[in-house]
């Protein structure tokens, strides 16, 4: 039986991006999933049986264009998911120009040039382009400014995507996941230089869940903008 449909993944190493493809994977759809190096995507193949990889560095945007163009690319996509992204917390008076572009680079430009080279197998397939933003992409607290703002242009290119390719059938979706139960929240309780409970958080999977339910919404509709916030 062929797949389902055919996504492409990045951020599947953990978390979030973990959990939707595994669930993917185990409903029989076809996965190729961004790794950002050789060594990371031979890791990902074995862990996701009968998933393909593509190696692209979120780090260096201006390079995806090259890279790909190197490599077989799916001929149609019914969705793109920008589940990756990196954070650096710190006060505007100590977040240095390195911090801004690595942190601009992989959570905001990378996810735009992505797009911008699958965009003919998005319109396709009629496909679906998700981001994974973050409550920080709608209210900036302090010391999480350069992170914010990454999240915060995520949200703008996300609107003026959803407009611009809405004649076309693109659908796109933004998810605002609160704290989840992360590596990349472990990271962030050790920066504030607090105790993670992972416990306290939300699961991964029912981000995923989210995510799931936005791809598989009938064609009659599309969900643009989906806040998930702890139960607990």
Known sequence: ????????????????????????????????????????????????????????????????????????????????????????LGPVGDTTPKTWNQTLAANLVSPAELTRLLLPQLRLARGHVVFVNSGAGLNAHAEWSAYAASKHGLKALADALRLEEHGNGVRVTTVYPGRTATPMQAKVHSQEGKEYDASRWIAPESVATTILTAIDLPRDAEINDLTVRPGR
């Open 1 to 88: 039986m062929a797949p389902m449909a055919t996504h492409l993944i990045t951020g599947a190493g953990s978390g979030i991006g973990a959990a939707v493809a595994r669930r993917l994977l185990d409903r029989g759809d076809e996965l190729w999933l961004l790794a950002r190096d050789a060594g990371r995507a031979k890791e990902l193949a074995g862990r996701y049986e009968g998933a393909r990889t593509l190696v692209g560095d979120l780090a260096e945007p201006e390079r995806l264009s090259w890279a790909l163009s190197h490599q077989e690319l799916p001929e149609r996509l019914d969705s793109l998911q920008h589940i990756a992204g990196i954070v650096e």
